[in-house]
């Protein structure tokens, strides 16, 4: 089993930013990718941005490309989401999310992940 723990998430103005934070324990040496996906009020959950467990290739959604940032360190099992130029329709509760299953590309579906964190809100006022 892994668990993930979200943190990091709160209010911030329009153009701000904010670093979103995931630790990893438990089973985290059998991780594929982790990722972020988020879930806006009466939306479906969306992909945000995923990289590999063991570092390389990162993977954006085309609606933060440029302004947010995917990182990990592996002293502290933690990957990092640095969000900036944040905008009103960047609100949403952002999951933490990562896998076990093995794939040739960076994975973007969520049912292709099989742990979640519960999740921290984020909130862009305008």
């Known amino acids: 089993q892994v668990q993930l723990v979200e943190s990091g998430g709160g209010l911030v103005q329009t153009g701000g930013s904010l670093r979103l934070a995931c630790g990893a324990s438990?089973?985290?040496?059998?991780?594929?990718?982790v990722g972020w996906f988020r879930q806006a009020p009466g939306k479906e959950r969306e992909f945000v941005s995923a990289?590999?467990?063991?570092?390389?290739?990162?993977k954006y959604a085309d609606s933060v490309k440029g302004r947010f940032t995917i990182s990990r360190d592996m002293a502290k099992n933690t990957v990092y989401l640095q969000m900036s130029s944040l905008k009103p329709e960047d609100t949403a509760l952002y999951h933490c999310?990562?896998?076990?299953?093995?794939?040739?590309?960076?994975?973007?579906?969520?049912?292709?992940?099989?742990?979640w964190g519960q999740g921290t809100q984020v909130t862009v006022s305008s």
């Open positions: 990289t590999w467990w063991g570092g390389g290739s990162t």
């Open positions: 438990g089973r985290i040496l059998s991780l594929d990718a």
């Open positions: 999310a990562a896998t076990t299953r093995r794939r040739s590309d960076i994975p973007a579906t969520a049912d292709t992940y099989n742990y």
